[in-house]
C-alpha cells in the first residue's frame, strides 16, 4: 500500500514569517501603555454616524460582565482578561494562536461625545459601545438695530 506525501520545501518558512507578522501585528496594535499592562488587545471596529460613535470589541470567550468599561478625562477604556485553555491530559502535539491573560484598550475621543450618555452591551463575544454626540450649537443670528 502506498500513500502521497505533499511536498513543501517552504511550508516551514511560511508558518515562521506568518508568525513573525502576527507577533508584529499584535504590537503595532497596542500602544505604549497598552503593551505594559495587558497581554493581549481586542480588534476593535469604530463607526461615526451624524449622531453618534459606535465601537464594536471581539472578545470571545469573555464574560460580558466581566468587562470593565470606563471613561475618564475623554478616554474610553475597556479592559477584562481571558482565562488560559486548562491544559488536557495526552496532548501530543499542540498549536494556540488564542491569546490569554488581561487585555486593555484606550480611545480618545473627541470633545463632541455626551460622556453622561454612554452605553455598553455585550452579546455572542462582541462587545459594543454606543458613544452619542452632543447637540451642536447652532450659529445664532443677530439683528442689527437700527
Known amino acids: 500500500m502506498a500513500f502521497?506525501?505533499?511536498y513543501q520545501p517552504w511550508s516551514?518558512?511560511?508558518e515562521f514569517l506568518n508568525e513573525v507578522s502576527r507577533l508584529l501585528d499584535r504590537n503595532s496594535a497596542n500602544d505604549a501603555s497598552t503593551s505594559a499592562t495587558a497581554d493581549w488587545a481586542p480588534p476593535v471596529d469604530?463607526?461615526?454616524y451624524a449622531d453618534k460613535f459606535v465601537l464594536t470589541a471581539d472578545v470571545p470567550g469573555v464574560d460580558p460582565a466581566t468587562i470593565e468599561v470606563t471613561l475618564e478625562k475623554?478616554?474610553?477604556t475597556l479592559s477584562g482578561s481571558r482565562a488560559a485553555a486548562v491544559e488536557q491530559q495526552g496532548v501530543e502535539r499542540r498549536r494556540s494562536e488564542r491569546a490569554s491573560g488581561r487585555f486593555h484598550r484606550r480611545f480618545t475621543l473627541p470633545d463632541?461625545?455626551?460622556g453622561d450618555s454612554v452605553s455598553a452591551s455585550g452579546k455572542n463575544g462582541v462587545i459594543e459601545v454606543s458613544i452619542p454626540k452632543r447637540a451642536q450649537?447652532?450659529?445664532r443670528r443677530i439683528s442689527v438695530k437700527v
Open 4 to 6: 502521497l506525501a505533499r
Open 12 to 14: 516551514v518558512n511560511h
Open 46 to 48: 469604530i463607526e461615526e
Open 74 to 76: 475623554g478616554v474610553l
Open 112 to 114: 463632541t461625545v455626551d
Open 137 to 139: 450649537v447652532q450659529p
